[in-house]
């Protein structure tokens, strides 16, 4: 399977898929920051998650013309929200889904850079910018991933480092980082969407390993530049250690061998936490959402959600 997308002429058309969840003043952001962008085939979808009040109305008003606005009744979680988002997209006939979290500003030319990039690689499954981090703007937050599903560990290349040219190549990553990450529509056809069973966190790097399962490859662009404010992971609250933790060692249930699910679990709960612990003594708060999710691959098993 070799595939191409080439648009002589006009520019392929970009889905943007953003999900809302009781975040409206940083979609706002995020959606002026859109509107500068220089992409003549754009259109952007907001999908809102069951947002308290009426966040969903007030984008509609307030972004009219821009957006489109998919409301859901209730926070289905980032993977089934991003799903809506790409059904509506491919519905339409994109020919990419750029998934896109509203907690970031993106720059000018950030799109058109991804799509230059998408054009000339063959079996793409996604492309990722250079991603800063919001307040530090020279740092790096993320230029996509590797994933090991031995360890049961993903790690974003670059992160935390300054940026001083060390990342000017186009490279090959074992993950986009969902930050943004760009799709063409053909590699979605192939893999299928995000597995819904993981809510949030871990769904896009799954989505890359079944990607590359299918002989499809991750990319870093260079020239795209993304600001993320990264609360979530800088300071993170007992539902983020639980869904994070349990998702980690839910992917290598389901895309690892029984061996790899051994190895990674024992690695969890041996190694890793209890050298974390001892490193922060002050955060052994956190031990107890990675206990919950540890119980939680006692009582339940991996299943494959729609992807279509």
Known sequence: MVFFIRHMGNAPNVSIVILNWNGLADTRECLHSLQAARYPAMRVIVVDNGSQGDEASELEREFSGFIDVLPLPENRGFAAGANAGIRRALEAGTDYVLLLNNDTVVSPEFLQALVDAARDIPNLAAVCPRTHFYDRPRMIYSTGGEVSIWRGVATQVGRGQDDRGQFE?????????????????????????????YFAYWEETDWCVRAAERGLQCYYAPQSHVWHKALRSRFPDARFDYLYRRNALLFVRKRGTPLQVVTAVLLHAFVYAPLY???????????LPALRALVWHTRNQPKERPLT
């Open 277 to 287: 612990f001892l490193r922060n003594p002050t955060r052994l708060p956190r031990a």
């Open 169 to 197: 190549r186009l490279e090959r990553r074992g993950y986009a980082d969902g930050v943004c990450m760009l799709i063409p529509a053909p590699a979605l056809a192939a893999v299928g969407l995000l597995d819904e069973q």
